[in-house]
């Protein structure tokens, strides 16, 4: 089917979406598990066919005149092929989540009720920019018994679409619908809004990009949307603390990486420890050149700090994420005062506190509203794999249905099961 | 505030309502088992001031010529208010949803990770009529840490606002804030339309009420909705089953009470057991009064039995949901016809295999897309207190985050919780 009439198209694609869930829901786990070997295997033997149909997206980039950086994002390089066929196998070697029947319990009148993991359904991806993403989310969909409709950049329509074609060919080998994972074959934005307000079709939108995107799609969706918006993590150097912890942790929180969203933008220190701790950090970050954006008690200490980078922190800055060398710093003179902050000016994302207080290290992690909350470590480690998920949906900063990082249970949902013996209601 | 600008006071009322709930999530399990068997208490001592006001709205209900069945569920009558304080101080005997840490493992890199229950924050209840829920969605919140507001029907504001007052009262005298639970104080249905739109304040509504309430909620929301929708339950009885527990349990599921959103409303049966059951059966319902509405094989049979009232069911029986004496039959010659029919014409709530044979039962159990699905066992048990939740937030027919009966875990998140001894990411 062409797609030249956008809402016919897509009730085309949702009506095949639907079907394809129903077979995908009773699949089974060594089908599944073939189908992602199986891709895996395609994606390694394609080779120059998959390099010519990326080279169309590279040349129109270049010839749009977009930025090398932007262009290397488009590259299915071997190496990048390498490690999404890797992923397939890893995806495979993990337990099947669905089916899964937990909580099991007699009950007074004899019959037996626990709950069933299943798949959720149908889910639709909206993506910008890196073509790997079709097939992590491919994937994900196969393992965890879901169909899925895919719309990535227009950018990288060609490698799309010839990773698509791998895909498929990978599902109908194992001997699952090929329509398991269809990919939006048109470029054309009314296609979008369609994805996201067809209930009946879709029962969830998962964006990956910028914020706008996400905001623009959480705005007009007429679905769940598992939305990751902007992190703006805090680390709180408490009253009792380990010195020498507080400097590697909250370094490592904010400098191991500046780009990602778990990376510390706002640092708070109870004034207990402000003159101790304040000139350590200091100097390492005067070392890498992270701007300090104080409050003027902090600013008064780390005004001493040789070739530190200081200046006056305005009210916007508590509420910023930099994703840069620049690190927001106040001095709080109490927890109630750092939880206070937080839940304020955070994003919900993640946040630490170091402490060798344990009464504090409880109440911090029940009184922050995030969704991660660590005592005594890097707010780096708020990610997915380091959670042990195997495979990540996403990031999740709401609190219905999934929180933080989103692993496949994500992409299921528990039913009830009844198991009885004739029994009837009285 | 006296409600005269309505943007600004629901912009009050969500502002108070972040701000308790906040102090709510923090409050000891002590502190608000305290305020519940406070409001039980209040709530038997209120007696002829509570009775003063609910007698306005029921003169105003008579006055305006509502029938009497209508002016009934207006009326809190002593055993109303006794069985309200009841439920009070059962939910307060119930254990702490909150603060239950869980799945707590240690990763390789020496962090440990594990999940957190905590509140989801504010919910908004929108409800008709009984005045009773008011009470139900009050302790509701305070038992699960959460705020919320509520919206009762406008012919039981006098009603509502003498049972908020007793809920103000009872938060106040555990220490807990009278903003933990609020009552729109206006009938003007603007406040109903911002009430669902407001997601930096309100993160879940939950209407109460009849299926054009809640569609029209659903399709307007800016929130999370946990909607309840119609109940076209199903009952199959399988080509291997021991027949007299097949009548037995199809004649409870849907002759116990007729009302119930789990009452089965479509009757399956495998054309080998066609001609032993459903003369059986049938003789049940005409004894009963049950109009059955049948597919062409169902109708030959039972046309032969004394009494039946038998008739020729159309396409849109198949998905009726009758609340009534009248049910729809089908012959089908396989599990499968029976799974699809179901998964086509139900909604998904309830659905039951009759039948001896495992993997029958198993396939059914998992592919049959409903919130509860059950073997040997009427569908009328579908049900949060059947199944043991304690009380029961509604009964959801959406996948996503709670599904089928929603007990006090609906209203509560998992945040992640990361325990370290100083750890930083590689």
Redesign the interface.
């Given at each position: 089917m062409t797609p030249t009439d956008i809402p016919a198209y897509m009730a085309h694609v949702g009506v095949a979406a639907r079907a394809a869930a129903?077979a995908m829901?009773?699949a089974s786990t060594a089908a599944k598990n073939a189908a992602l070997r199986a891709l895996a295997q395609g994606l390694r033997e394609a080779g120059p066919a998959l390099q010519a149909e990326n080279a169309k997206d590279l040349d129109a980039a270049r010839a749009a005149g977009l930025a090398e950086p932007m262009v290397d994002r488009l590259k299915l390089s071997p190496s990048v092929i390498a490690t999404v066929a890797e992923g397939c196998e890893q995806i495979a070697a993990m337990p099947d989540p669905i089916?899964e029947i937990t909580g099991v319990?007699r009950?007074p009148?004899g019959?037996s009720?626990g709950q069933?993991r299943?798949p959720?359904?149908v889910f639709g991806m909206i993506y910008e920019s890196r073509p790997n993403v079709t097939i992590e989310a491919a994937s994900l969909a196969i393992k965890s018994g879901n169909a899925c409709i895919l719309r990535g950049g227009s950018e990288a329509l060609h490698s799309n679409l010839a990773l698509w074609k791998l895909v498929q060919a990978a599902l109908v080998q194992a001997g699952l619908p090929a329509d398991a994972v269809q990919l939006i074959e048109t470029t054309d934005r009314a296609a979008v809004g369609r994805l996201i307000a067809m209930p009946e079709y879709v029962?969830?939108i998962i964006p990956r990009g910028g914020k706008g995107l996400i905001e623009r799609i959480s705005a007009e969706a007429r679905v769940?949307v598992i939305k990751h918006l902007d992190g703006n993590c805090h680390t709180y150097v408490d009253a009792q603390v380990?010195l020498d912890?507080a400097v590697?942790?909250t370094?490592?929180?904010k400098t191991?990486k500046y780009s990602p969203c778990n990376a510390t933008e706002g640092l708070l220190v109870h004034a207990g420890q402000a003159a101790a701790f304040l000139p350590r950090i200091g100097a390492v970050f005067a070392a890498k050149g992270v701007e300090m954006r104080c409050d003027p008690r902090a600013q008064a200490i780390l005004s001493g700090v040789a070739g530190a980078q200081v200046v006056a922190a305005t009210e916007a800055d508590w509420a910023t994420e930099y994703l840069d060398k620049i690190i927001s710093i106040k001095v709080v003179d109490s927890l109630d005062e750092a939880i206070a902050h937080i839940?304020r000016y955070g994003s919900h994302h993640t946040d630490?506190i170091l402490t060798t207080n344990h009464p504090n290290a409880m109440?911090f992690?029940?009184?922050v509203?995030?969704?991660?909350?660590?005592?005594?470590?890097?707010t780096?480690?708020?990610d997915g794999f380091?959670?042990?998920l195997g495979a990540e949906i996403g990031i999740s900063t709401d609190?219905?249905?999934a929180?933080?990082?989103v692993g496949l249970e994500g992409l299921t949902?528990?039913?009830?099961?009844?198991?009885?013996?004739?029994?009837?209601?009285q």
């Open positions: 129903t829901a009773a089916g319990k009950r009148t019959i009720v069933m299943v959720l359904g029962d969830v769940p380990d912890l590697t942790v370094d490592n929180a191991q839940n630490a109440r992690l029940r009184e509203d995030s969704a991660s909350v660590m005592v005594n470590a890097s780096r480690f708020a380091e959670y042990g609190k219905f249905h929180r933080g990082p949902s528990m039913k009830w099961v009844v198991l009885g013996q004739g029994e009837i209601r």
